[in-house]
């Protein structure tokens, strides 16, 4: 796993500083196009070009099955997530509708579920049949760590390969929201009962229970949560390390990455926890409902564009803040300068 | 004015019941897709169809003067209310460019610029060049009021005549945040110290300059600012008074209304009190960073969609927002269901 502490490279200052000029010339008021302003300059430098583009974008959705999902943590049964694999092969789930629209090439990758499909358009790249039960033993062991978060690398590698201008990761896995809920509490020491959310849709006492269940398990691993790989290890999830891995690789190779919910940053914090220098090529796309993802944001100093109350998964937050992205690119490039408007502003 | 008043139907509510029932039925957990369910839904009722679609949308820019721009309330000349109708005419504005991204049919309108042009893609609809410095007169006499909220009702009118699916308005004038805060402090009944912003980038002295001359104009015209309809024409401009008449029209003609920013919203403000049914036929796109628009926007307990520090005016705001009105539509119409997917969920 030492690949995931290789450097990664800083955005480019000097065309940052160009796109910070040229948005000056551009024929509205100073700073008048907010946030997408800010997405323009951040792509030049990142594409190290003076017309960020972003046509190509790249979905991967990591799905795997989770120990935990024995213990009633969520509304929904664990063979959901094997349904849902099924239902983004055929094109179904609100990924596939969002990935078709904004043009994006989508993939599933099983990283870790119970059965073994062999369905179009699924990628199969996994050690194991799910994760153990965090409960009583952890999550996962060395091996399958270390082959989930190589999974991850491997669909980056895929976008990289494609010459991608954005990489998203989605995940599937009933069960994760309680895996991601351990892993923040660990990593920003806060109690369950602050953080945990209810998820796909649990009651108030199914709450209750789920944060009982995640303050044991924390009690249980006390002693191996020491780094932010045995937290992933110990109370993570296949899907989970898969993004891990996916967004350090996305990074280590210059491709900008749109983080999507609460999952997604969790991983987020633990890419940025591994290797801090991640953060620079992240994005985030969108506050969600679950109740842990605000803490999340706040401890990696994020401000998402969009807050439209979702809290699906599977990526689709990330997909549709991405015409804010073509948008940006778009102004950054085709409007008009004062110059060329023969504007005079004084 | 008569017309303003003509009845307008409500959004059918048997279409907005199948809609939800609907939305429960796709394979996402109940509300997870947040505001994107209710948008679907809204426009399912507008549109009595049980499959929402937007494609065409309809973008409408009102240009005008503004007597009160000879006071120094810009951080711009007032000649770039005609430069920047020149610019759309070239397709070099920031309106320009997001139109042509989401394929929309653009339009500018000079409803009173100080100027008249002849100039590509430039309707001209006025009785007036430019209006009265509201600081020593009525900014329109009633002529110039009526022809303002008639030229905003015929470019409704085109928009409904290609079946458009959405209403976007749009505005320019140099000065115009001058008047919409004057309007707003008028219909708010609020100190102007509390509500005057930067507009477009006026330092804080100029904040108080501003803010100091619309106390002295609503202290001058006070007996005359009973109706909504005496506020617009003391205080008002014929680009927001145009914006007004476009969204009566729209309403009473069941085509949906995107609100861009404050200007925008004070309209929305305006023919919600001249006729307050108009208002179910609204959607508001973003929170603008002008300091008054969060009170308009709470005075229509209306919730943006986006809060991206935007505060460009000419719609460009609402257009940003229109890929996920058409996402909410795709989502609604195209995910699988429970069923389709054969997926149990108990």
Known sequence: MKWLSDPIEKPDVHFASLARQHQKKLTKPQGSLGQLEIL?????????????????????????DHGIAVENVSAYPQSVTVDMVKNFSAKGAAVNVLSKFIRAHFEAIDVG??????????????????????????????????HALNAGRNAASRAVSKKSHLFIGGEMGI????????????????????????????????????????KQALAKHRKNLGTPLEVLQYLGGSEIAALVGAYIFAAQNKLPVLVDGFIATT?????VRINPSVGRWFFYAHKSEEKGHQAVLEELNARPLLNLSMHLGEASGAIVAVPLFQM?????????????????TK
């Open 40 to 64: 323009a300059i951040r792509l030049a430098a990142m594409q190290q070009t003076k017309k960020p583009v972003l046509n190509r974008v790249w979905v991967s959705v990591f799905a795997a």
């Open 113 to 146: 579920l119970l059965q073994t499909l062999d369905l179009p358009h699924l990628i199969v790249d996994k050690l194991s049949q799910g994760t153990a039960n965090f409960l009583n033993r952890p999550a996962m062991n060395i091996d399958q760590l270390e």
């Open 267 to 271: 991983a987020a914090l633990l890419a």
């Open 175 to 214: 069960g994760n929201t309680s895996s991601a809920t351990a892993m923040i509490c660990a990593l920003l020491k806060e109690n369950p009962k602050v953080l945990t959310g209810a998820g796909t849709g649990l009651s108030e006492d199914a709450i209750k229970h789920k944060s009982n269940l995640i």
């Open 328 to 344: 940006a690119c778009k102004l950054h490039n085709d409007m008009a300068t004062f110059e060329q408007a023969k504007i005079t």
